[in-house]
């Protein structure tokens, strides 16, 4: 039994010993090989190159270099300058064909716009200005009062037929006589007395008084001047006095006139207050 095992273990390490060899021969073999083809000068005067009957040629004829393919010439790419943005522009339409019957409408002329735009000025509008109201009076209560004419700035005043024109009655001179005559009122509307009062008569060369009351003719409290011998247009002035020269009545202008029948002139005064 012992020896079985034994031998059975010889023959394995003989078996690893032979398979060592030859696998050391074949890496020689193959290196040497190696050595044959990319380096045969190495291999030259050596035992193994003998043995191996080969004749390593110290020159190796070089053999003529292949023509080689002509190249295509590649253009050389240029650079091109990379072109800015176009702006766009507006391409009118085609004027479009008027049909049979339709009114053309005739577009006015494009205006270009300008670089500064034209603002339109401005036009001020109007402010209404306000009405002022009337400020509202207050009416009395009770009866209307009956408004008072304007006091006069003397106590007396002509009448309000004076002057006007007569034809001579006082005496028997007729066309041949041209005078100024009348009388006087108090508030009443009577005759004042006589001698409180005078009318001063001037112009057309006659400056002169009267007494009221010197002629009773025409009333208790009438006067008279004479002024011509004839009818004849002349401009006097006539005012009433106090016998001493106080003005109680404002100047008036009296005008004779040219007629026989209007040869009298009558003037009267009444009093205010």
């Known amino acids: ?82 072109l800015a943005p176009l702006a766009a522009t507006w391409t009118p339409r085609p004027a479009q064909p008027t049909p049979t019957g339709v009114l053309a409408v005739t577009m006015g002329p494009t205006v270009a716009p300008s670089a500064t735009p034209i603002l339109p000025s401005r036009t001020p509008t109007y402010t209404p200005t306000a009405t002022p109201t009337a400020t509202p009076t207050t009416t009395p209560s009770g009866p209307t009062a009956t408004p008072r004419p304007t006091r ?73 001047q004479f002024l011509f011998n004839l009818p004849v247009i002349r401009d006097y002035n006539v005012q009433l006095e106090t016998v001493n020269g106080t003005a109680v009545s404002q100047i008036y202008s009296v005008q004779t006139r040219a007629s026989c029948n209007q040869n009298l002139v009558r003037f009267d005064f009444v009093q205010n207050y």
């Open 1 to 82: 039994m012992r020896r079985s095992r034994s031998g059975h273990g010889c023959r394995g390490a003989l078996l690893n010993l032979l398979t060592l060899l030859v696998f050391g021969a074949a890496l020689v073999l193959a290196l040497t090989l190696g050595l044959l083809f990319l380096a045969p000068d190495a291999l030259a005067g050596t035992p193994l190159a003998s043995l191996l009957n080969l004749e390593l040629r110290v020159a190796v004829p070089t053999a003529p270099a292949p023509t080689q393919a002509p190249v295509a010439a590649v253009p050389t790419l240029t650079p091109t300058a990379t």
């Open 152 to 224: 006069a700035p003397f106590p007396f005043t002509r009448s309000d037929t004076s002057p006007f024109y007569l034809q001579n009655f006082a005496n028997n001179a007729g066309c041949e006589w041209m005078g100024i005559a009348g009388e006087v009122l108090d508030l009443n509307r009577n005759p004042v007395a006589a001698g409180l009062y005078q009318v001063h008569v001037w112009g057309s060369g006659i400056d002169a008084r009267v007494a009221v009351g010197s002629a009773p003719d025409y009333s208790p409290s009438g006067w008279e």
